[in-house]
Each structure stands twice: as structure tokens, then as C-alpha cells.
């Protein structure tokens, strides 16, 4: 304490006013005076210096933990029930303390999210790109015949836009949790979002002779993105195809309230296993009843854009007699 230059003129500045105050006492009044001046301004000196000390002494302690802060140690607590402005220097940097050990469990957390879709990517890449090193080495053997090269360019070609639909999707996922995705607040109604997407999947459910049925009244509408709406139906629809067998039926319906806008997309397939239910809008997931070409990503990637434009996804479904996905929009005050 005694090395700041602080505390030496702080004494220095006492000792003079003692010394000019005992002085000035003597000379005015009498030497018993100045005596008792004297003993007094040295005891208010000492009480002063011993304060003084203290307040080091905490200050010092803040300092040590504020160091074993920056080292990562977040469990240490300095607060104390006192009134005064130690008290609430403790107070807040504890909160602070808090702060940043969440901070600290969230970056832990990122990271450990982003181990796991690197290893998800890898996984999901891994597959197509092995088939597709198999069939080219396949294809460079001049012997081959013309109907097997056509075949084997075909099965390529299937698996390059497999990636490529594969990346894009996690591009936009990405995006989205990086929050660079703003989404537009536009009246949109429904009745035109749903034109949008049933194209992408109409010649698939032409293929296993699906029916398909819309209804709602053209009026309906939400406030919200058209085209990430669009986006987000498209998955959910690509997914009622994919578990709904040939002949089978797929119904749209949309309704609009004074508090949200509704759409329900519900199929009479092969229905989701209860204990997958929970789980089917987490990225790469994969239920009992998935085809071999499922990723497991459309889903999540539909619940993302739903729930970022502060809307709501449900589901139910019973396994051999369907599913039907619910969204909610919510009105806006």
C-alpha cells in the first residue's frame, strides 16, 4: 500500500495538517491544547490509514478474482449482503461473472453443435460420393456396353443433385441460425403459397397416382415471407409423397381466425412411430418409417422458417392411418 504515490501524498497532506493544526493551537491557545489536537489528528490518521488498508486489501481480492476469471474459473462468488460501494462493485461483477460463464456454456455449446453437423455432413456426403467414385471407375473401362454407361451417368447425375439439394439446404439452415436471413412481413395468402408449392410435387404424385385435395377460401392470408412459406410447405409436402402410398390421399386445408391463420397438410400414409415423434424436426434425423434416400432435413428446415417468422408447427400422427402437420401463423397486434 505504501509503495502508491497515491497513499504517500494522501499521508503526507495528513501529516501537514496535523503538524500546522498542533502548531496553530499552541501559538492560539495553549500547549495542552495543541496536545490534545495532536493526539486526536493521530488517531484520526490511523484510523484513516487502517481504512485505508482495508479497501486495498478488498480491492486486491477483486483484483486475484478478476484474474482467476480471465483463466475460466467462474464458480467464485464475492458478493456479500454490506451496503456501500464495494458492496456493489461485488454485486456487479458477479453479474458480470454470470454473464459471461452463459456466454462461455453457449460458445461450448455452438461448438459442439458444430462438431456434430461436420460429422453429419460428412456422413451424409460420404455415401453418395463413394457410390459415385464406384461408378466411375465402372464407367472408365472402355468394355463397358452403352446401355450400362447410360445407366451408370444416370445414377451420377441422381446423386450430384442429391449433394447439391443437400448443401443448399444446409446453406439456408445456416443462414438462418446466423440470423443474415431477414424474412419479409408481407400480407400473403395462402391460396397462392400453396399453388407454389404443390408444383414441385405434382409429377411425383402423379407417378403413385396420389390425390390431392385443397380446401380454404382465397381470402385467407397471414403476414409473413411468401417465398420461405413456400419453402417450408414444399418439404412438408415432399414428405406426406414420400410415406403415403400409390393411390392415396393428400388434403390441404386453411382457415383464418382473429387470432391466426391456419393450414393443415394431413395424409393417409404410413404415419409416424410415436416414439419418433419428438424428434422428427431435428436436423438428420431419420424415423423408423424413412425411405433410403431421406436425408432428415426438409423437416427441420421447415419448423426453422416457420418458427422464425413467429409462427407454430404440430404434428400428430397415427402409425398405418396418417399424419397431418399443423402451422399456425399468428395475427400481429
Given at each position: 500500500?505504501?509503495?502508491?504515490?497515491?497513499?504517500?501524498?494522501?499521508?503526507?497532506?495528513?501529516?501537514?495538517?496535523?503538524?500546522?493544526?498542533?502548531?496553530?493551537?499552541?501559538?492560539?491557545?495553549?500547549?495542552?491544547?495543541?496536545?490534545?489536537?495532536?493526539?486526536?489528528s493521530?488517531?484520526?490518521?490511523?484510523?484513516?490509514?487502517?481504512?485505508?488498508?482495508?479497501?486495498?486489501?478488498?480491492?486486491?481480492?477483486?483484483?486475484?478474482?478478476?484474474?482467476?476469471?480471465?483463466?475460466?474459473?467462474?464458480?467464485?462468488?464475492?458478493?456479500?449482503?454490506?451496503?456501500?460501494?464495494?458492496?456493489?462493485?461485488?454485486?456487479?461483477?458477479?453479474?458480470?461473472?454470470?454473464?459471461?460463464?452463459?456466454?462461455?456454456?453457449?460458445?461450448?455449446?455452438?461448438?459442439?453443435?458444430?462438431?456434430?453437423?461436420?460429422?453429419?455432413?460428412s456422413?451424409?456426403?460420404?455415401?453418395?460420393?463413394?457410390?459415385?467414385m464406384?461408378?466411375?471407375?465402372?464407367?472408365?473401362?472402355?468394355?463397358?456396353?452403352?446401355?450400362k454407361?447410360?445407366?451408370?451417368?444416370?445414377?451420377?447425375?441422381i446423386?450430384?443433385?442429391?449433394?447439391?439439394?443437400?448443401?443448399?439446404?444446409?446453406?439456408?439452415?445456416?443462414?438462418?441460425?446466423?440470423?443474415?436471413?431477414?424474412?419479409?412481413?408481407?400480407?400473403?395468402?395462402v391460396?397462392?403459397?400453396?399453388?407454389?408449392?404443390?408444383?414441385?410435387?405434382?409429377?411425383?404424385?402423379?407417378?403413385?397416382?396420389?390425390?390431392?385435395?385443397?380446401?380454404?377460401?382465397?381470402?385467407?392470408?397471414?403476414i409473413?415471407?411468401?417465398?420461405?412459406?413456400t419453402?417450408?410447405?414444399?418439404n412438408?409436402?415432399?414428405?406426406?409423397?414420400?410415406h403415403?402410398?400409390?393411390?392415396?390421399?393428400?388434403?390441404?386445408t386453411?382457415?383464418?381466425?382473429?387470432?391466426?391463420?391456419?393450414?393443415?397438410?394431413?395424409?393417409?400414409?404410413?404415419?409416424?412411430?410415436?416414439?419418433?415423434?419428438?424428434?422428427?424436426?431435428?436436423?438428420?434425423?431419420?424415423?423408423?418409417?424413412?425411405?433410403?434416400?431421406?436425408?432428415?432435413?426438409?423437416?427441420?428446415?421447415?419448423?426453422?422458417?416457420?418458427?422464425?417468422?413467429?409462427?407454430?408447427?404440430?404434428?400428430?400422427?397415427?402409425?398405418?392411418?396418417?399424419?397431418?402437420?399443423?402451422?399456425k401463423?399468428?395475427?400481429?397486434?
Open positions: 500500500m505504501l509503495r502508491n504515490r497515491e497513499i504517500k501524498w494522501y499521508i503526507l497532506i495528513l501529516c501537514s495538517i496535523t503538524l500546522l493544526t498542533t502548531v496553530a493551537t499552541a501559538f492560539l491557545l495553549s500547549t495542552q491544547a495543541a496536545m490534545f489536537v495532536l493526539i486526536t493521530l488517531i484520526f490518521v490511523g484510523c484513516s490509514l487502517i481504512f485505508t488498508k482495508w479497501r486495498y486489501q478488498e480491492i486486491a481480492k477483486l483484483s486475484s478474482y478478476l484474474r482467476r476469471i480471465s483463466n475460466g474459473d467462474y464458480g467464485l462468488d464475492v458478493r456479500d449482503n454490506f451496503e456501500g460501494e464495494l458492496s456493489i462493485l461485488k454485486s456487479d461483477i458477479y453479474k458480470v461473472t454470470n454473464m459471461l460463464s452463459e456466454h462461455s456454456s453457449y460458445l461450448e455449446q455452438d461448438k459442439v453443435k458444430l462438431t456434430n453437423a461436420i460429422s453429419d455432413i456422413h451424409q456426403l460420404k455415401t453418395p460420393l463413394t457410390s459415385m464406384v461408378m466411375a471407375d465402372l464407367l472408365s473401362d472402355k468394355k463397358l456396353d452403352e446401355a454407361r447410360t445407366e451408370f451417368t444416370h445414377h451420377i447425375r446423386q450430384l443433385e442429391r449433394m447439391e439439394w443437400l448443401v443448399s439446404s444446409l446453406l439456408k439452415l445456416s443462414k438462418m441460425d446466423a440470423g443474415t436471413i431477414v424474412f419479409k412481413k408481407n400480407q400473403v395468402y391460396n397462392e403459397v400453396i399453388q407454389r408449392a404443390v408444383e414441385p410435387v405434382l409429377i411425383p404424385m402423379d407417378i403413385k397416382q396420389q390425390n390431392l385435395k385443397v380446401t380454404g377460401e382465397n381470402s385467407v392470408s397471414f409473413g415471407d411468401l417465398n420461405w412459406t419453402e417450408a410447405i414444399i412438408i409436402l415432399k414428405n406426406c409423397v414420400e403415403t402410398k400409390e393411390g392415396g390421399e393428400i388434403s390441404i386453411f382457415s383464418e381466425n382473429a387470432l391466426f391463420t391456419e393450414i393443415t397438410i394431413k395424409d393417409n400414409g404410413k404415419g409416424i412411430a410415436r416414439e419418433d415423434l419428438p424428434y422428427i424436426f431435428k436436423r438428420f434425423y431419420k424415423g423408423k418409417n424413412a425411405g433410403e434416400d431421406s436425408v432428415g432435413i426438409g423437416l427441420a428446415m421447415a419448423y426453422s422458417i416457420i418458427t422464425s417468422q413467429q409462427g407454430d408447427i404440430e404434428v400428430k400422427s397415427e402409425t398405418g392411418k396418417g399424419t397431418a402437420f399443423q402451422l401463423f399468428y395475427k400481429r397486434a
